[in-house]
């Protein structure tokens, strides 16, 4: 069975340029869930959605990042414009929204801002 | 404060022997508990969920304490394939669902 997928793996980007990272949650999952991890930071959730609907988005950083799911196989995070302390490994997860809350996650897409 | 603390390690241990994590969490209303483990380069899996009454999955034993909010996670006989990342990750109920907070996470090395 696919897991989660994410598309691209690896971003090399220049400041202000526009990202958009892709998520393919597993079929039938109905949450998702967008974080990103530094070593900093650890792993930080940015936003996320049940049933398509954005339930808390108070993990995005700024304005300048936006997330949509326009369907339940497939969500986007864009940043726009991309700064040098955007880069991270960006990770996309999926679960079932009720009963156990095992999160599944995605390879993750390594971002750089140059 | 942060939310979910932990150790960062690194925790240097030999082959086979017992090592043991701690975490601490903030809020008391957090409800379930698991510790999830990272592999260099790779996405965070789960090994295993949490109870009051303390559980074990082979080698690995995960401890709760409520009362002092309080989370350890046991491994006995370490083998080098154990070497990886282990998440604290706390999970609570809010309006819109459940949000898993994460522990930055602790590292363990173990050497022949």
């Known amino acids: 069975d696919a897991g989660v997928i994410q598309s691209p793996r690896h971003e090399v980007t220049e400041m202000g340029q526009e990202v958009t990272l892709r998520c393919k949650p597993i079929?039938?999952?109905?949450?998702l869930f967008w974080y990103r991890q530094t070593m900093m930071r650890g792993l930080e959730l940015l936003i996320y959605?049940?049933?398509?609907?954005?339930?808390?988005d108070s993990g995005m950083p700024e304005d300048r990042f936006s997330a949509k799911m326009p369907n339940a196989s497939f969500s986007t995070l864009k940043i726009q414009p991309s700064e040098p302390r955007d880069s991270a490994v960006y990770f996309c997860a999926s679960s079932f929204l009720a009963g156990k809350y095992e999160q599944y996650f995605g390879p993750g897409t390594r971002l750089t801002v140059t | 404060r942060k939310e979910v603390e932990q150790d960062p390690g690194p925790f240097n241990v030999p082959e086979g022997a017992t090592v043991a994590f701690n975490c601490t969490y903030s809020n008391s209303a957090s409800q379930s508990f698991f510790w999830y483990r990272q592999d260099c380069r790779k996405e965070p899996k789960l090994l295993m969920s949490v109870y009051s009454s303390g559980n074990e999955d082979g080698r690995f034993t995960a401890q709760l304490n409520r009362a002092s909010q309080y989370i350890s996670l046991l491994i006995r006989d370490s083998k080098l394939s154990d070497s990886a990342t282990y998440l604290c990750v706390v999970n609570r109920v809010t309006g819109g669902g459940n949000k898993l907070t994460f522990g930055t996470g602790t590292q363990l090395k173990v050497e022949l």
């Open positions: 959605f049940n049933n398509n609907v954005p339930i808390d």
């Open positions: 079929s039938g999952h109905n949450s």
